[in-house]
């Protein structure tokens, strides 16, 4: 079953909508907990990441009898170095935005952790793409 | 599939098929058959929501009968706090716990005496390292709704015995020390909602309740108040704190009154079943960080919304709170006997694990659920969305749902008889017939209506 949802960027308040959605129809396969958690963990931090940081993505959802596929793809700033956004721990933020406990670089780490694959293409300037492959 | 046993029944006598009930379940378990509710056994969790909006009083709390509290040699009876904030202000707690006695009680002990051991053993928890917040089991219809709705939750609810169950625990260990045979101890739990009743009645997580019956706190209440009212009963010297409970114990029936226990971590209390809800969707989307403990609680104001509770919430609320205020019991061995126990109860109050059982899974096999899935989604296209309920189901996608599992025929929905009969694949006769079987054949006899001029 195929899905695309839009976001907003700036739109915190809808931020976790599609997070929300996948859930629900991940809990009516009757999908193990365990996976559907990791998903949304996924899933949800792909999410804000667009609305915190792009102009507008759609998100398009893959469901399938014994995996879910999710592809994000924004239009935004790009990220310069996938390789060292993917270390733990490395981030962009300033120090203000750290201090606020925001920016920790955690976000890709995390979503790599939850997910069985996950490709994250992007060019600068133009938008990141990131998609996330879970199996059942 | 286990039994669930669940406190709320329709009197089809009473009931005039207004689906009122259908309309306001949290949960989605209730249809309409042949103009009649019926209860989805596996999705209802005892909220009570259905029964507070019947206009015919046509949902009933099945309780025990009263008189089985003379087959027993030593009658006790097990109050919540909440219980004697349900008379006016002028009727003393003296005169309360009188009338109880009056009615042939021979021991009476409020629930909440046990919160003193429960809230060390929570405070204990919150410290340990824990992935997500501690949930609450306070509140029986809060556990059933995590069961049914949000089973990856499940695993973060506290798992001890409520207050009933360890004071109950408590009364019998006591009582047999006093020299009571254990087959005259009869133990009498006077319940403020239905979720309560059927927590007591097949119990989560446990094999057997503890107590012999169960009475509905709005029957208690009425008993009481005659006895009072009619001046039956002989004031006794004892005051109704015969078996004092903690100052912070008053509180717990109460919205915040488990938190105020547990100063430590980030803690946040929540009531009304919705509210729960909206806030167990957005903790499952790991959307919440660092919250710690949970208290949830099915009823807005908690206890004092319970649907057995005589009267008004926020009146009952407030004397409740008055009577915390003015209370100063300690929390010490002298002032509170069941602390001599602690260590007894602690050993006794752990709870098997808590079973998820999703009512959202279409089926168990994931391709089966698949398939089900995208035809929920077509049918669910091709419905108004209007919600309705003409078709006796709460939603345009219950309905959509009751098709897929052959349980309902989508020419229910009225919409669809409209489009259908537009291409005379459906003749009015038809329809009509449909229909009926939703909502029975009076209330679409073509004699019923009387005040239109049909010659």
Known sequence: MHFEYNVEGGDFTNAGTTSSVVKKMMKQLGVDMGIVKRTVVALYEAEVNIVAHAYRGVIYVDLEEDHVCIKLVDEG???????????KGYSTASPQVREMGFGAGMGLPNMQSNADKLNVTSEVGKGTTVEIINYF | MEYIHHALKFKYDLCIGCSHCTSVCPVC??????????????RCIDCGMCYQTCPMNAIYIEQDDFETIYNF?????????????QFPEKV??????????????????????SVDVLKEVINERIQEPHDGPIISTFCPAIVRLIQVKFPSLVSNLLLTKPPLDMTATYIR????????APEDIGIFYVAPCAAKIAAVKSPVGEDKSIVDGVINMNYLYNKVFRVIKQGLYTLREDEFDFHPISKNSLYWSLTGGEIRDVPVGRNLAIDEVHNVSDFLEKLENEDIDDIDFLELRACDESCAGGILCAGNRFLIAEREKKRAEQHTNDITPEENNLLNFKEYLRENMTVGEVQPRSMDKLDDNVAIAMRKMKKVFEITN???????????????????????????????CVFVQRILEQTDKLTPQEALKITKQVWGETKLDKNSIKTLDLS
């Open chain 2, 173 to 180: 260990k006591v009582l047999v020390e006093r020299g009571n």
């Open chain 2, 382 to 412: 091709d419905l108004p969305k209007v919600d309705c309920r003409i078709c006796g189901y709460q939603t345009c996608k219950a309905l959509a749902e009751a098709v897929v599992n052959d349980k309902a025929d989508l020419r229910q």
């Open chain 2, 92 to 113: 003393s707690q003296r005169a309360i716990l009188s009338a109880i006695y009056h009615l042939g009680f021979k021991y009476v002990y409020e629930v909440e005496k």
């Open chain 2, 73 to 85: 040699k030593c009658p006790v009876i097990l109050i919540p706090s909440i219980f004697s904030a």
């Open chain 1, 77 to 87: 700033p790009g990220i310069p170095d996938i390789a060292k956004a993917m270390q």
């Open chain 2, 29 to 42: 378990a209730i249809h309409v058959e042949d103009g009649h509710p019926i209860l989805d056994p596996n």
